[in-house]
Nanobody, 124 residues
């Protein structure tokens, strides 16, 4: 059974940082591309970042480039999302997703497996 578990969410002040982690089990992790998506209250889920199965290629929502960074450690399993200079608009539930194949994607429908999400609240 495939399971993705996100951790690292919480409440942070504007300008702060958080690092999210996603641990995957039940799938050959190193052969899956991984992605992060988020959903703000009252809004649709949106793409945040993705990474290829080797970690050599990364993709970002244009507006998040420079503040967010995705990485993975295929030896230890998790995929990470480092979020810096957080603003209130970054508030939402962050989801980890797995896509069979080499390359990541910005399209949520291309991901077969999803975690339950971790809440991020940016507030003073």
């Amino acid at each position: 059974q495939v399971q993705l578990v996100e951790t690292g969410g919480g409440m942070v002040q504007p300008g702060g940082s958080l690092r999210l982690s996603c641990a995957a089990s039940g799938l050959p992790f190193s052969t899956f591309a991984m992605g992060w998506f988020r959903q703000a209250p009252g809004k649709e889920r949106e793409f945040v970042a993705a990474i290829s199965w080797t970690g050599g290629l990364t993709y970002y929502e244009d507006s998040l480039k420079g503040r967010f960074s995705i990485s993975r450690d295929n030896a230890k399993n998790p995929v990470y999302l480092q979020m810096n200079s957080l603003v209130s608009e970054d508030t939402g539930v962050y989801y980890c997703a797995a896509r069979a194949g080499r390359f990541g994607s910005k399209r949520s429908q291309e991901y077969a497996y999803w975690g339950q999400g971790t809440q991020v609240i940016v507030s003073s």
